[in-house]
């Protein structure tokens, strides 16, 4: 059974900052893997799919990387926001119809 | 373009009373459809998913129950609530016909149990 896990389980920074969100899971059986936000009271939104296939995926200033052989996953989000505040969660796919699992997430706080 | 409702966004029952939630999905056919449920503290836990009209597959024993009457509409029910169902519902789509599909959520529902 696909175990996943996140860390740290919350952080604060200074705006302006660089940081590395983690995620590491047991089955590295996986088709893909999704980073969403959730900001409080709200639904997840989906930030990046990166691929089994795939080392890393951008979409402006967020990288994320897959190692899927260790079962690693690192969302990097550059000169960090305010708005950037929300709690990030990881979540791998397994192939097939089978659902995803997910991290409890971080909580990120970004300090103006 | 594709798109997800879920309603209603805060609900507050009793114990014992019974509940609908329903999620319908525009723009597509066929999705796989999903409930997962947030409690405080807690991670996302999967309650059901869907793969087809008619189908499906429950991840935890509880006394909630999920049906999909139509291909784009997935309902979560009890007939008896308990304070243990409060929590935050959310529906989820993806189109598993497409590979490397995205999961894509609803804005969720805030159930209350008193």
């Known amino acids: 059974k696909q175990e996943v896990t996140q860390i740290p389980a919350a952080l604060s920074v200074p705006e302006g900052e660089n940081l590395v969100l983690n995620c590491s899971f047991t089955?590295?059986?996986?088709?893909?893997l999704q980073w969403f936000r959730q900001d409080p009271g709200k639904g997840l939104t989906s930030l990046l799919l990166?691929?089994?296939?795939?080392r890393e995926q951008t979409s402006g200033r967020l990288n994320a990387s897959l190692d899927k052989s260790s079962g690693r996953s690192t969302l990097y989000i550059a000169a960090s926001q305010p708005g950037d505040s929300a709690t990030y969660l990881c979540?791998?796919?397994?192939?097939?119809?089978?659902?995803?699992?997910f991290g409890k997430g971080t909580r990120l706080s970004v300090i103006a | 373009s594709q798109t997800i409702h879920q309603w209603p966004a805060t609900l507050v029952q009793p114990v014992g009373s019974p509940l609908s939630l329903e999620c319908t999905v525009e723009?597509?056919?066929?999705?796989?459809l999903y409930w997962y449920r947030q409690a405080a503290g807690r991670g996302l836990q999967l309650l059901f998913y869907?793969?087809?009209?008619?189908?499906i597959s429950s991840e935890v024993p509880q006394n909630l129950s999920a049906s999909r009457p139509q291909d784009r509409q997935f309902i979560l029910s009890s007939k008896k609530l308990l304070l243990s169902d409060s929590g935050f519902y959310l529906c989820?789509?993806?189109?598993?016909?497409?590979?490397?599909?995205?999961?894509?959520f609803g804005n969720g529902t805030r159930l209350t149990v008193t």
């Open positions: 989820a789509w993806r189109d598993l016909r497409r590979a490397n599909s995205p999961l894509h």
């Open positions: 089955d590295s059986a996986i088709y893909n």
């Open positions: 990166i691929q089994s296939s795939q």
């Open positions: 979540a791998p796919s397994p192939s097939g119809n089978t659902p995803l699992v």
């Open positions: 869907s793969v087809g009209i008619g189908q």
């Open positions: 723009g597509t056919s066929n999705p796989n």
